[in-house]
Structures are given as C-alpha cells and as structure tokens.
C-alpha cells in the first residue's frame, strides 16, 4: 500500500516563474493538505481541499493556489515565484479527524 | 485554535527516557493532542494522539494531566534513531484540523 507520493523530489526555478508540485494521497485518503516548511522551521500551513474544494487557508498570498481532482490527488501552484518561496514543499493526506499522513516533499529552490 | 509551546532542544544519551512537555493553555474541550517526529528532508511521521490520561503505544507513552494545559511525550530507552525533531500539535476534534505545527523541539541522543 503506496503511502503519500510527491513530485518531483527537487526542482529549481528562477524568480517571476511559476511553477506546480503534485501529490498522489495514501490509498483510502479524501483530504489532502499543503505546508511549507523552511530551513529550520516547523510546517507551515498553505490550505486543505476536500471533495475537490479548498476547506481552509493558511496565511499565504493567492499566488498560491491549489486543485483537487476526482481521484483526491492534488496540485500546488505557485506564480510569481520570489527568492523567499524556496522550501521544502510538504504533502499530507488523511481522513476526517484521523492523523495525517506526509510525504516526503518536493524540494524547490529558486534562483 | 490553540497554539503549543515546546522546548526548542534536548540532549539525551542513549538507553535513557526522554520526556518532552508541551504547554497549550487555550486547548478547548474538544480538542485532542497529536505528537509527530521529523527526520531530516523527510516528512513528519505520526507518533501517537490522546485526548487525556495516558495513551501509550508500541513505541511512546503519551501523558495528559487532568487540566489539559500541557502534555509530555515519553520516548523509552531512545536510540540514537531517535534523533529528530517532535512536533505537538493541537487539533480540533470538531473539524479534524490539526495545522499548527510550531518550531518543534530538537532531540539528540548521544552515544
């Protein structure tokens, strides 16, 4: 049973791109959440989408924005990327008021 | 949601119990403790989740006084795999959010 799966693992921009990180949710799982996490850092909550819908925000800009699709996976998109958006882009799927699962993140960097 | 209050860093030698106390004075009636470790550039990994009193499972004990202000992970007889960073989060049983990761505290056990 495939757990959370991220991709890519790496990716390296240039500022002004944009660019879009996927997640692929553990097997049975309908919610899937985004965080940031920067060097040092604990997670840092970007949103939650359920039933294809985001459910709730962190305090992110609209340059970041997100997608489920039928089959629960989910895209993050992010525009206009700034030198601050380089993290370690972490996925977590789960079901309602149950633990959550994480992948091992994609990690951006941006030159 | 109530924010968590831990400390930033430990040191421990190996074969010893490890304790670490979190502080969530606005938790609400409802709301339940979740404790999650995180290795190096991967994603964090659940540990163990209680509501009050203790819950122990195969690999740590989870204790909750009667005021549920704060709780303590015990770690028994760490390793030197148990170097890692522990999260304490507070979740909300209502709507299953459990978002606020914190800064974490910093375990190194010592050989």
């Known amino acids: 049973d495939a757990g959370v799966t991220q991709s890519p693992t790496h990716l390296i921009k240039t500022r002004g791109q944009q660019v879009t990180l996927r997640c692929s949710p553990k097997s049975g799982h309908d919610t899937v959440s985004w965080y940031q996490q920067a060097l040092g850092q604990g997670p840092q909550f970007i949103f939650q989408?359920?039933?294809?819908?985001?459910?709730q925000r962190g305090n992110f800009p609209d340059r970041f924005s997100g997608h489920q699709f039928p089959n629960y996976s989910s895209e993050l998109n992010v525009n206009a990327l700034l030198l601050g958006d380089s993290a370690l882009y972490l996925c977590a799927s789960s079901l309602v008021r149950q633990p959550q699962h994480f992948g091992d993140g994609t990690r951006l960097s941006i030159l | 949601l109530a924010k968590t209050t831990q400390p930033i860093s430990m040191d421990s030698y190996e074969g010893q119990e490890v304790n670490i106390t979190c502080s969530h004075n606005n938790i609400a009636t409802n709301d339940y403790i979740t404790w999650y470790q995180q290795f190096p550039s991967q994603g964090p990994r659940f540990i163990i989740q209680g509501y009050k009193t203790k819950v122990t499972n195969e690999v740590a004990s989870l204790f909750i006084p009667a005021d549920r202000k704060s709780s303590t992970l015990s770690l028994p007889r760490v390793s030197l795999s148990d170097t890692a960073v522990y999260y304490c989060l507070v979740a909300s049983a209502n709507t299953g959010n459990q978002f606020y990761f914190g800064t974490g505290t910093s375990l190194t056990v010592i050989p």
């Open positions: 989408y359920y039933e294809e819908e985001e459910r």
